[in-house]
């Protein structure tokens, strides 16, 4: 049986982070920036298309210039709802702007084994791994590739994680690591095979693709070409903007999501003109340089602030967004990583983000956890319940109830209490042991939410691929590997 | 009256001032004053003095990289005429630096381009994607002492291993050593492919360089 997926819907909370006029300005602004500064893009394939569309390419500094009007009406012709599919129908997701799907974070270098608890490079198991562990919770909607398979060469990489995934869960992909033509043209076979057809895999989407932006004011020329050969075959496509004040962006917020903007609209509208109607997604994981060392932060206010401005962004546009929260820089779940971790995926939901990413990791998207995913994902369940709010009629007032127990009586006997108990929220992870407990066992919530995970891999195993199928999709990455020479193999 | 104008110059540095460390170098020169008192005397005690509030917290980053751009343009200014003059300022050594081909993250290696110039080495810094081919060529032209190689990606960190192995090939990996950095660095990669030195930052970028040529 394959797990139903816990989603947020019908939100009760709100937020208010940035006012219509806000919205404009920044809007405006964006635009004025495309039009004056421009933005960068280092691929012939895309110069070329962006000179067939009316917009002012510099082929020396590859910077492309844009009038507001091409910009704007190309956006128009994005669909504001589409399904990520999945292998299983049950699990496809809407991303109809009433839904807020979490996924595990992506691309990141080093494990901590599950087993041994020793701290590794990671590999094309770890993927595997991870998928059925993520297969096997409710909270997980779909994939992110969380780590690189570094036993496989660089050109296919993308390519063998996808597999691994498929293999290994039936719910959706989405992959950030498919930058190059000759991938993605091997990613669209193999998502069409797994759909079963071209056409079924633009009704279905099994996989989607995230590329990141190239900040300030640029796009990776691999990224945007790989970016096409999908759209073309209507995999969704995004882009994600990483600008972080300081060092790719102005260290005010409103100039950061200008510059974050102009870059994921440029890629958007780009992709847009090229195949219109295709479905594509906002993308952004914006933040703030650390002002002693520069580093990327990947949490504090900066970022939370980020998490629900986007999103009104993205509404403006009329399009999806998949926001990056959870990135905590902490280097082990703990209490900075709880903090980071909840106001981020917080701030994204009740702004009602299509997609959340992603639960794992530890130290700035780098280092997987699996008790930190799980930690995530209950961080994930907490929200879901606050997005229900309070609801308010005759039932919930329980006035007959109140009244039978009346004053120093007790709810614990009422039948009302029985039929409602099961809508309080009951932790998997949280402390609620008496003290004595906790200071004769000495665990807590990691050891209990690496149990889970431990667990979960022994016990959780989904649909296979058919071997058919699965020996087809190798035979289709092992042709690529054939057709390349690889003198870069780690 | 040198000794006022020196105090203007530290200061355009502490201001991060590029315009006016280049109209007060020019200045120098108009005033006959020699280029390399200039530095000694007056820009770098700026220099100092940010890096000094930088290591306590009191200044922050920005501070520290436009201090680095107003010495930057101070020194063009300067240059010319301590060539004339046939006096050299003396620099800890040459590095090399540059984000390995394939790679676009650039941020991580400015920040250690900037920190290395503003601790006394002469960088530098051939931008992001730069194929190994050009880095070994720069290096050999400048007769670098270090080579210093950025590398995010998993992808693109072989590409470290790859410099490496061609300073082997082409004779050259006693002369240069070779120092790396990057998300994905650790400890085991850096024995494996044998650099000379890593760090998981900038402040440490700049103590690995020095105790490569030999400071402590
Ligand atoms: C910002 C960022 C980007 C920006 C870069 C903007 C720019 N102009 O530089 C953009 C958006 C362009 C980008 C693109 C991509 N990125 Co990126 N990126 C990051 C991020 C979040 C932060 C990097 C950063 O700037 N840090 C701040 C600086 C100050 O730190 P730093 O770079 O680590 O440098 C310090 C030290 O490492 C050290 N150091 C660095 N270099 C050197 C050199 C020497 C000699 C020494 C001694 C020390 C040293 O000192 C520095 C200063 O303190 C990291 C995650 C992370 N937390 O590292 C991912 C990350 C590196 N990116 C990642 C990926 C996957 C990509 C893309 C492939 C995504 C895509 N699908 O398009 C592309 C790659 C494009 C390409 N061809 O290179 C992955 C890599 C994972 C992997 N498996 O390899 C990471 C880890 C995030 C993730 N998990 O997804 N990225």
Not at chain 1, 265 to 286: C, E, H, K, M, S
Not at chain 2, 150 to 172: P, R, W, Y
Request: proline share 4%; charged share 20%; hydrophobic share 45%.
């Amino acid at each position: 049986m394959p797990k139903a997926i816990k989603s947020i819907t019908n939100p009760k909370l709100s937020i208010n982070i940035l006012s219509d006029e806000e919205v404009l300005q920044i809007h405006q602004a964006t635009l004025h920036t495309i039009e004056s500064v421009g933005v960068r893009f280092p691929s012939q394939k895309a110069l070329s298309l962006w000179r067939e569309f009316g917009a002012q390419v510099d082929p020396g500094t590859q910077i492309v210039k844009v009038n507001s009007d091409i910009i704007e009406s190309a956006l128009k012709n994005a669909p504001p709802a589409y399904v990520l599919g999945a292998r299983t129908r049950e699990q496809a997701c809407p991303l109809d702007g009433n839904h807020v799907f979490l996924a595990t974070d992506g691309c990141g270098v080093e494990v901590i084994d599950i087993n041994t608890g020793k701290r590794r490079p990671s590999c094309l198991q770890d993927v595997a791994d991870i998928a059925r562990v993520a297969d096997g919770t409710e909270e997980i909607g779909f994939h992110w590739v969380a780590l690189s398979a570094q036993d496989k060469p660089a050109e296919t990489r993308g390519l063998h994680e996808i597999r691994a995934v498929w293999q290994n869960s039936t719910k959706h992909i989405q992959t950030e690591s498919i930058y190059s033509e000759a991938e993605a043209h091997v990613a669209v076979e193999m998502a069409s095979a797994v759909a079963g057809s071209a056409q079924a895999l633009r009704e279905q989407p099994v996989l989607s693709i995230m590329q990141c932006t190239a900040s300030p004011l640029g796009q990776d020329g691999g990224s945007i070409e790989a970016a096409l050969i999908a759209a073309e075959a209507g995999i969704p496509i995004g882009f994600m903007t990483m600008t972080a004040n300081l060092t790719t962006g102005p260290a005010t917020l409103a100039g950061n999501l200008v510059v974050g903007n102009a870059e994921v609209l440029t890629a958007l509208a780009l992709i847009q003109l090229a195949y219109p109607g295709v479905p594509i997604f906002y993308a952004a994981a914006q933040t703030a340089s650390d002002l002693r060392t520069g580093a990327y932060t990947g949490g504090g206010p900066e970022d939370f602030l980020y998490g629900a401005a986007t999103n009104r962004l993205a509404n403006f546009y009329n399009v999806p967004l998949s926001m990056g929260a959870f990135a905590t820089g902490a280097k082990e779940p703990n209490w900075q990583a709880g903090l980071e971790n909840s106001l981020s995926a917080f701030m994204a939901c009740v702004s009602m983000s299509d997609m959340l990413l992603g639960a794992g990791f530890l130290h700035g998207s780098r280092i997987w956890s699996y008790a930190q995913m799980m930690l995530d994902c209950e961080i994930f369940s907490i929200i879901h319940k606050m997005m229900a709010g309070i609801e308010v009629n005759d039932e919930t007032l329980a006035l007959d109830t109140i009244a039978s127990a009346g004053p120093g009586g007790n709810f614990l006997t009422q039948a009302h209490t029985l039929k409602h108990m099961r809508e309080l929220f009951l932790p998997k992870f949280m402390d609620r042991r008496p003290y004595n407990t906790w200071e004769e066992k000495g665990d807590d919530a990691r050891t209990w939410a690496l149990d889970r995970a431990r667990q979960t891999l022994e016990n959780h195993f989904p649909e296979p691929l058919d071997p058919k199928l699965d020996a087809a999709l190798e035979e289709m990455i092992l042709g690529l590997e054939g057709n390349t020479e690889h003198t870069q193999r780690a | 009256m040198n000794q006022a104008h020196f105090e203007k110059m530290s200061q355009s540095i502490v201001n991060g001032d590029p315009v006016l460390a280049t109209s007060l170098a020019q200045n120098a020169l108009d005033m006959g004053i020699d280029p390399l008192d200039a530095i000694t005397q007056g820009f770098v005690v700026g220099v100092d003095l940010v890096g000094a509030a930088f290591s306590k917290g009191d200044a922050y980053l920005p501070e520290l990289v436009m201090a680095g751009e107003a010495m930057k343009a101070a020194v063009a200014v300067l240059e010319p005429e301590m060539h004339r003059r046939g006096t050299e300022r003396k620099t800890l050594g040459k590095i090399v630096l540059a984000t390995v081909e394939g790679d676009i993250h650039e941020i991580g290696k400015s920040l250690v381009g900037t920190m290395l110039s503003a601790a006394g080495f002469e960088v530098f810094d051939l931008g992001v994607n730069v194929s190994t081919a050009k880095i070994i060529e720069k290096s050999k032209e400048v007769k670098a002492d270090i080579i210093g190689l950025s590398a995010l990606l998993t992808t693109t960190m072989v590409k470290q291993k790859e410099v490496i192995n061609s300073l082997i090939n082409a004779g050259l990996r006693s002369a240069v050593k070779v120092m790396v950095g990057g998300a994905p660095v650790t400890r085991e990669w850096v024995e494996q492919i044998q650099a000379d030195g890593y760090s998981e930052d900038a402040i440490g970028a700049v103590d690995i360089a020095r105790q490569l040529v030999g400071l402590s």
